[in-house]
């Protein structure tokens, strides 16, 4: 099984900061990674999909990057409704694969 | 707009089974797979079956494969999950998500699986 992992596993910053995530998988997934947010209670919401590009709906201060084995998310400007937690997900291979998450805080 | 309905959910002994089913709404259900993400008490996200618009195919989870059977009707427009052999690791919630540009792109609210005796 491909094995993705996140970097930080949390994180604080202030409103207004620029906050990145990473994603590394194990091995070489193209572009087939997807992005998710997930407030305390609540179900999952789709972000990213084909590591760049924005689900419908999504504002524009979340952006995604990287291909092969690397990833990132980007939140260009931090605001208090995204304090939440990032999950990554590989669907190159069955079993598709999440990372562990990665919950962000505000300062 | 989408709707995902699970339901199902409940408190079951260990070694017993469950079916979930997850109705679905606002889209043309017979276009899209279908997959089923669970999530343990305080822990991350984990996929767990997926079946094709035309159920001719279906993938499933090491954890799950031979115990969980996923299925669907899409004259009612309704994702099921059946569970046999259940165990203490497999309570958790149960999301049902809509494919949308090859991966989950709509998720549904959940409905909570408890196994304990």
């Known amino acids: 099984d491909i094995q993705m992992t996140q970097s930080p596993s949390s994180l604080s910053a202030s409103v207004g900061d620029r906050v990145t995530i990473s994603c590394r998988a194990s091995?070489?997934?193209?572009?087939?990674l997807a992005w998710f947010q997930q407030k305390p209670g609540k179900a999952p919401k789709s972000l990213i999909y084909?590591?760049?590009s924005l689900q419908s709906g999504i504002p524009s201060k979340f952006s995604g990057s990287g291909s092969g084995t690397d990833f990132t998310l980007t939140i260009s400007s931090l605001q208090p409704e995204d304090s939440a937690t990032y999950y990554c997900?590989?669907?190159?291979?069955?079993?598709?694969?999440f990372g562990q998450g990665t919950k962000v805080e505000i300062k | 707009e989408v709707q995902l309905v699970e339901s199902g959910g409940g408190l079951v002994q260990p070694g017993g089974s469950l079916r979930l089913s997850c109705a679905a709404s606002g889209f043309t259900f017979s276009n899209y797979a279908m997959n089923w993400v669970r999530q343990a008490p305080g822990k991350g996200l984990e996929w767990v079956s997926i079946i094709s618009y035309n159920s001719g195919n279906k993938y499933y989870a090491d954890s799950v494969k031979g115990r969980f059977t996923i299925s669907r009707d899409n004259s009612k427009n309704t994702l099921y999950l059946h569970m046999n052999s259940l165990r203490a690791e497999d309570t958790a919630v149960y999301y049902c998500?809509?494919?949308?540009?090859?991966?989950?792109?709509?998720w549904g609210q959940g409905t909570l699986v408890t196994v304990s005796s």
């Open positions: 084909a590591a760049s």
């Open positions: 091995q070489d997934i193209a572009n087939y």
């Open positions: 997900q590989q669907y190159k291979i069955y079993p598709r694969t």
């Open positions: 998500a809509k494919e949308e540009m090859a991966t989950i792109g709509w």
